[in-house]
């Protein structure tokens, strides 16, 4: 039996219930003052679902505050299918097709996605790596800039990257810890600076990096427990346990997906594609996450990140 046969992806009353047990799993708590133990849930005639009243500052609330649902007039049900359907499928859903699927307007599936990639934003501050753990880094180039193509005061003028369609093109630069989690930073320009401080933020000293031969990770490498790296321009991807490919294969699952199922991402929002893929990448099937505990992840995931529409247009 199909987990979207489930009773919360259908009935109002049992959505509610579930986004409940999630965000609240000792009790209702108010998100106004805090309070706990003077919170009951309203019966009767109201016509709001899932109403609560705090008697400490006598102020009504329900699940949705505080979270990515708030002020949506959207059904809590329609929400949940939505989630399961963005974090089941390897590659996304895109816009048209959540339109399609839940039978909301264009304009909402669209808000409703960027939503919930708020919601899988990972905000985890902890270094990857670890004494000994292999940590690779590498970058890419995806989309053209919406700007123009800007110059390097080093290169007198010209821009950073010599020649070819990656100067025009938005910079991407991921950190993929070996057997473990992702991390994706669109950056303005992927150059010495940049690179260096996303590797000295995000990665423990006492990992041993391995990237290509590119010299924007040489002195950063030189911090690390161990720098290693292979030659791609001489057709060397691997020497023993020496090679990028893991970050390879990131980069792959994420261009098939926003160039077969997306198509078209804006500039200002591919921070939150990248907060897309990342989550999916970090709650895996290799790390034991199936779809439905990768479903609950992301829900657990929706409080203090509201998001405005003008917010989400703006970028």
Known sequence: ?????????????????????????????????????????????????????????????????????????????????????????????????????????????????????????????????????????????FGNKSGPVEMSPRRKGRPYIKSGKAAKKRAIVSLV???????????????????????????????VLNTDESRLYKEVGKEMLGHMTTKHSAGEYVRGGVHSNTVENYFSVFKRGMKGTYQHCAEKHLHRYLAEFDFRYNNRVGLGVDDTERAKNALRGIVGKRLTYQTASAG
Not at 183 to 204: P, Y
């Open 1 to 141: 039996m199909s987990i979207l046969s489930q009773k919360q992806f259908h009935y109002e009353d049992a959505a509610y219930e579930y986004v409940e047990s999630h965000i609240w799993p000792n009790g209702a708590v108010c998100p106004h003052c805090g309070e706990s133990k003077r919170v009951n849930k309203l019966k009767g005639k109201s016509t709001r679902k899932g109403v609560h009243k705090c008697y400490a500052c006598r102020k009504p609330f329900t699940v949705k505050i505080g979270t990515i649902f708030e002020h949506s007039r959207v059904p809590m049900h329609y929400w949940l299918q939505a989630i399961y359907l963005m974090t089941s499928s390897k590659k996304g859903i895109s816009t048209q097709q959540l339109h399609r699927t839940l039978g909301v307007t264009l304009k909402t599936a669209w808000f409703m996605s960027h939503r919930i990639r708020e919601a899988m934003r990972d905000g985890d501050l902890d270094r990857l790596g670890g004494t000994g753990v292999y940590v690779e880094a590498d970058e890419t180039y």
């Open 177 to 207: 810890e070996r057997g473990g989690p992702v991390r994706s930073f669109h950056v303005k320009q992927a150059n010495k600076e940049n690179v260096t401080k996303i590797v000295r933020d995000n990665i423990h000293q006492e990992s």
